[in-house]
């Protein structure tokens, strides 16, 4: 009886004073290649040269990777942003022109109603996938009637 007691004594130490292991979770590492940039450009009228000028804002690098952007179809005035790894083309993004907006609406008779407006100046905003050391884009304006244009090249 008094083994049986003290191995119950020992068995119960034993399991009391166990724990149970932690688990660790390894940290989630974003490999080198899982960049992005987000872009901020601004984009006015000039009215002496009768063209559109572009200018770089701002760029903000950030980690992550680009799940899939929604594909704006060609429209009638659009800017087509490509980007280029060195010279290699690693994708192209349609936008709509930030300067051409098309409004549809409800007028005071309740009936549907459309209105296109050109705008002065407007700023304008996408992301790309950073792939390598040297990204560079270029952004080509189509507008309606007329051939496409080369706007800027901008190294990343």
Same mark, same amino acid.
């Given at each position: 009886?008094?083994?049986?007691?003290?191995?119950?004594?020992?068995?119960?130490?034993?399991?009391?004073?166990?724990?149970?292991?932690?688990?660790?979770?390894? +940290?989630?590492?974003?490999?080198? #290649?899982?960049?992005?940039?987000?872009?901020?450009? *601004? %984009?006015?009228?000039?009215? /002496?040269?009768?063209?559109?000028?572009?200018?770089?804002?701002?760029?903000?690098?950030?980690?992550?990777?680009?799940?899939?952007?929604?594909?704006?179809?060609?429209?009638?005035?659009?800017?087509?942003?490509?980007?280029?790894?060195?010279?290699?083309?690693?994708?192209?993004?349609?936008?709509?022109? +930030?300067?051409?907006?098309?409004? #549809?609406?409800?007028?005071?008779?309740?009936?549907? *109603? %459309?209105?296109?407006?050109? /705008?002065?100046?407007?700023?304008?905003?996408?992301?790309?996938?950073?792939?390598?050391?040297?990204?560079?884009?270029?952004?080509?304006?189509?507008?309606?009637?007329?051939?496409?244009?080369?706007?800027?090249?901008?190294?990343?």
């Amino acid at each position: 009886m008094l083994f049986r007691d003290l191995l119950l004594l020992y068995l119960s130490t034993y399991f009391l004073s166990c724990v149970p292991l932690k688990r660790t979770s390894n +940290p989630v590492i974003t490999p080198a #290649e899982d960049k992005l940039m987000f872009v901020v450009m *601004a %984009i006015e009228q000039n009215e /002496l040269e009768k063209k559109n000028n572009i200018s770089f804002i701002s760029k903000t690098p950030a980690q992550g990777r680009i799940k899939g952007q929604t594909r704006i179809p060609s429209t009638a005035n659009c800017l087509t942003i490509y980007h280029y790894s060195g010279k290699k083309l690693l994708d192209s993004l349609v936008l709509e022109h +930030p300067l051409y907006k098309h409004f #549809e609406y409800f007028n005071e008779q309740h009936q549907f *109603a %459309i209105k296109d407006t050109v /705008l002065k100046r407007e700023e304008f905003f996408f992301r790309i996938q950073l792939q390598g050391q040297q990204n560079s884009i270029k952004i080509v304006e189509k507008l309606q009637q007329t051939p496409p244009t080369m706007l800027t090249h901008l190294n990343l």
